[in-house]
């Protein structure tokens, strides 16, 4: 069975850090894009940071860039998400998603699997 479970979730202060991590089961993933998504209350689901099947090439959204990274370990089959300077707007439920090919990027409809999520939010 396919599965994306992931973890490292919880309430942080503004200004705090989280690492996410995604495990991936069921089969490898070495050959597929991963990418980070969230979803805030209220509000439709958005992209994060998505990273290639080598783990070469990375993309941000803006609202993140230069303090979220992406970065992946092939033998673990694992994809993680450090969230540097966090800021309350950054409350969301996180969910990590497989591409059906090398390289996923911002489009939600590139991607085949999903993760159930896990909650982060930031207090002020």
């Known amino acids: 069975q396919v599965q994306l479970v992931e973890s490292g979730g919880g309430l942080v202060q503004a200004g705090g850090s989280l690492r996410l991590s995604c495990a991936a089961s069921?089969?490898?993933?070495?050959?597929?894009?991963l990418g980070w998504f969230r979803q805030a209350p209220g509000k439709e689901r958005e992209f994060v940071a998505a990273?290639?099947?080598?783990?070469?090439?990375?993309t941000y959204a803006d609202s993140v860039k230069g303090r979220f990274t992406i970065s992946r370990d092939n033998a673990k089959n694992t994809v993680y998400l450090q969230m540097n300077s966090l800021k309350p707007e950054d409350t969301a439920v996180y969910y990590c998603?497989?591409?059906?090919?090398?390289?996923?990027?911002?489009?939600?409809?590139?991607?085949?699997?999903w993760g159930q999520g896990t909650q982060v939010t930031v207090s002020s």
């Open positions: 069921g089969r490898s993933w070495n050959s597929n894009g």
């Open positions: 990273i290639s099947r080598g783990g070469s090439s990375t």
């Open positions: 998603a497989a591409a059906r090919i090398r390289w996923g990027g911002s489009s939600a409809h590139e991607y085949d699997y």
